[in-house]
């Protein structure tokens, strides 16, 4: 077997194995051939709860909303404030 010396005197493999970055894996192929079609699963809900909110069915509506809604808005997390406040005046 092939020793290998890297940069920092330790031996090992160099890190040129695996997948290089950027390469499309299959989610991501899916992902592109179904806008290439111009119909993705965040639409679809969008549409359904347009439907449903111009049908005048609002529970319908809410739940389509609350599906898609982590698509379109990121969580918000918790912020701890710390320190003491200073005095004014």
């Not at 090992?12 to 992902?31: E, F």
């Amino acid at each position: 077997m092939k020793r290998f010396k890297s940069s920092n005197g330790h031996g090992g493999r160099p890190r040129r194995d695996g997948r290089k970055p950027g390469v499309a894996n299959k989610r991501t192929r899916a992902i592109a051939a179904a806008a290439a079609e111009g119909l993705l699963p965040l639409q679809v809900m969008l549409e359904a709860m347009r439907s449903a909110h111009a049908r005048g069915d609002l529970a319908a509506a809410a739940a389509f909303a609350q599906d898609a809604a982590p698509y379109c808005h990121p969580r918000l997390t918790s912020a701890e404030v710390g320190g003491t406040a200073a005095p004014s005046g």
